[in-house]
């Protein structure tokens, strides 16, 4: 089993110096009403990762376009749902992780899913499963029709994700009823304290 969650929900209070925040959408992009989209409105240093193609998509074209997102936010928060935790899963494997300071990882689909859109996503097949050079947290769901919980706790062992259970939760967009997503901030900002924690140990001197 993948560690339990220590990510408490409370509410969002920002931070004196807020990280930039980099949306990662999955395939079709996110709809206006999505959280993602609600986020990328409402965080402060938030910006979408945008794609030349969201209906067709290459592993090569979409980490390149991630790749240059970070280089222009360094120390970002990657969010990213469906079919962009892939993404974040190959980007790090390539660079390392370079410039990432943590990433959210939500409903993460399962590229080896049959049927059509399990064949749009096969470029990114396997996903990487080795640790995420950054903290992470993985959320999902009980019945998320594009990955079982089985698969997605899986995905968050091989990572060393924190991981989070949100139960009968759909695919976590706005058909299941996840707007603005409340709870999603609250664990996003559990996140953010946690990187600023393992920086803040980073920076510290050793004592002798």
């Excluded at 999505?34 to 986020?39: A, E, L, N, R, Y």
């Excluded at 992780?97 to 590229?111: I, Q």
């Excluded at 396997?126 to 029709?145: G, H, K, M, T, Y």
């Excluded at 995905?155 to 709870?183: C, K, P, Q, T």
């Amino acid at each position: 089993m993948p560690p339990p969650s220590t990510f408490e929900p409370a509410a969002f209070r920002g931070y004196r110096e807020d990280p930039p925040i980099l949306i990662v959408p999955g395939l079709y992009n996110s709809g206006p009403d999505h959280w993602q989209s609600h986020w990328e409105r409402t965080l402060p240093n938030a910006e979408r990762v945008e794609q030349q193609d969201w209906e067709r998509p290459l592993l090569g074209d979409w980490t390149i376009s991630l790749a240059e997102a970070v280089r222009r936010r360094p120390g970002a928060i990657l969010v990213a749902h469906s079919l962009g935790c892939a993404l974040v899963a190959h980007f790090a494997q390539v660079t390392g992780g370079r410039g990432v300071g943590g990433a959210m990882l939500v409903a993460p689909a399962d590229v080896n899913r049959e049927g059509p859109a399990g064949r749009l996503l096969v470029g990114f097949s396997p996903i990487p499963r080795q640790r995420l050079p950054f903290p992470s947290l993985v959320v999902a769901s009980r019945n998320d029709p594009y990955v079982e919980i089985e698969r997605a706790e899986a995905f968050a062992r091989g990572w060393g994700s924190e991981f989070v259970d949100l139960g009968r939760a759909g695919h976590i967009n706005v058909e299941s009823g996840h707007g603005a997503w409340s709870r999603g901030r609250s664990l996003l900002n559990g996140l953010i304290r946690k990187v600023a924690v393992q920086e803040s140990e980073t920076r510290a001197p050793r004592r002798p």
